[in-house]
C-alpha cells in the first residue's frame, strides 16, 4: 500500500522558513518524480516543486521560484521542501505527490497545514 505523510508545518511570520518532509512507503520510491502541490482556502490545487527521479532534475512554479528548494533521500525515501522567504500567500496545505500530482494514478498524502501570518 502507498502511504505519503507529510509533516512540518505550522504557523510561521512573513519572512519566516519552514522544512516540510514526506515519508514515503509501498513504493520504490527512488523511480518515481516526486512533486510538492498547495492547496489554499477556496482555491484549486497548485503545483509547487518537482524533483526526478534519477537525474534529480527540479522544476518550480514561477510563485515560489528563488524561495523554495525541493530534495530528496532515497536511501531514507524522504522527500523534503525547504521554504524560505515565507509570505502570507503561501498559506496552504502542502501535499506530497507522485508524478507531478494531476495524473489519476498519482498518489497523495494527508497534507499539512502551513500558515503565513504576523
Known amino acids: 500500500e502507498v502511504q505519503l505523510v507529510e509533516s512540518g508545518g505550522g504557523l510561521v511570520q512573513p519572512g519566516g522558513s519552514l522544512r516540510l518532509s514526506c515519508a514515503a512507503s509501498g513504493f520504490t520510491f527512488g523511480s518515481y518524480d516526486m512533486s510538492w502541490v498547495r492547496q489554499a482556502p477556496g482555491k484549486g490545487p497548485e503545483w509547487v516543486s518537482t524533483?526526478?527521479?534519477?537525474?534529480?532534475?527540479?522544476d518550480y512554479a514561477d510563485s515560489v521560484k528563488g524561495r523554495f528548494s525541493i530534495s530528496r533521500d532515497n536511501a531514507k525515501n524522504m522527500l523534503y521542501l525547504q521554504m524560505n522567504s515565507l509570505k502570507p500567500e503561501d498559506t496552504a496545505v502542502y501535499y506530497c505527490?507522485?508524478?507531478?500530482?494531476?495524473?489519476?494514478?498519482?498518489?497523495w498524502g494527508q497534507g499539512t497545514q502551513v500558515t503565513v501570518s504576523s
Open positions: 524533483i526526478e527521479s534519477g537525474r534529480d532534475s527540479t
Open positions: 505527490a507522485t508524478g507531478r500530482g494531476g495524473s489519476p494514478q498519482d498518489y
